[in-house]
């Protein structure tokens, strides 16, 4: 079991708005900043959206975070079947550790 | 541009001892402003961090795996080595080193990311 929750599947067609969820507690998300990290089939994880809102150079403005307590979400926009990936969510943990969500799968419908 | 590549045994044997290296090019791993990680996926299933440690040589854990993990800097090499005992099958999984950035961004609040990581490397726990 992941200390942040996330749903399993999520999925959209193109050109389609969707978001994905992650739930976590006081320790985690209530306290501290969340990362987004994009997987692609057989690729490193990537880092999409870090400190809840901000993006690296190069990643679309159609990929947008948000934190509101001890939840966060994950905002794609304009979906395109390139989107297809699994997305996790990571936090800092006052236990004095990085914690990850669960993973939530992107289908492309 | 920064790189980082993960190498060691693709196969351990149960018992054993799971021994990695990443090997940093494209930057130094002096940096002070960074802390050096791994993280590791088991097949089909999510993201595990094992650990992190600073550039100057200060480790720290996942407390799941604290009592089994090693993880150190050689400066001189540019490299970043893990070192996991008492492997099980357990702990079959593609190992990723990366690049953590971490920061203070308010009273008791942190901000942590992994902005650069390696390809990764399976390593496989069987007789």
């Known amino acids: 079991q992941s200390v942040l929750t996330q749903p399993p599947s999520a999925s959209g067609t193109p050109g389609q708005r969707i978001t994905i969820s992650c739930s976590g507690s006081?320790?985690?998300?209530?306290?501290?900043?969340v990362n987004w990290y994009q997987q692609l089939p057989g690729t490193a994880p990537k880092l999409l959206i870090y400190?809840?809102?901000q993006r690296p150079s190069g990643v679309p403005d159609r990929f947008s975070g948000s934190k509101s307590g001890t939840s966060a979400s994950l905002a794609i926009s304009g979906l395109q079947s390139g989107d297809e990936a699994d997305y996790y969510c990571?936090?800092?943990?006052?236990?004095?550790?990085?914690?990850f969500g669960g993973g939530t799968k992107l289908t492309v419908l | 541009q920064l790189q980082l590549q993960e190498s060691g045994p693709g196969l351990v044997k149960p018992s054993e001892t799971l021994s990695l290296t990443c090997t940093v090019s494209g930057g130094s791993i002096n940096s002070g402003s960074y802390y050096w990680g791994w993280i590791r996926q088991p097949p089909g299933k999510g993201l595990q961090w094992i650990g992190s440690i600073s550039y100057s040589g200060s480790p720290y854990y996942n407390p799941s795996l604290e009592s089994r993990v090693t993880i150190s800097v050689d400066t001189s090499k540019n490299q970043l080595s893990l070192r996991l005992s008492s492997v099980t099958a357990a702990d079959t999984a593609v190992y990723y080193c990366a690049r953590q950035t971490a920061f203070v961004v308010g009273p008791g609040a942190m901000s942590s990311y992994f902005q650069h990581w390696g390809q990764g490397t399976l390593v496989t726990a069987s007789s």
């Open positions: 006081n320790s985690n998300i209530g306290t501290n900043t």
């Open positions: 400190s809840n809102n």
């Open positions: 990571a936090t800092w943990d006052d236990s004095l550790s990085v914690v």
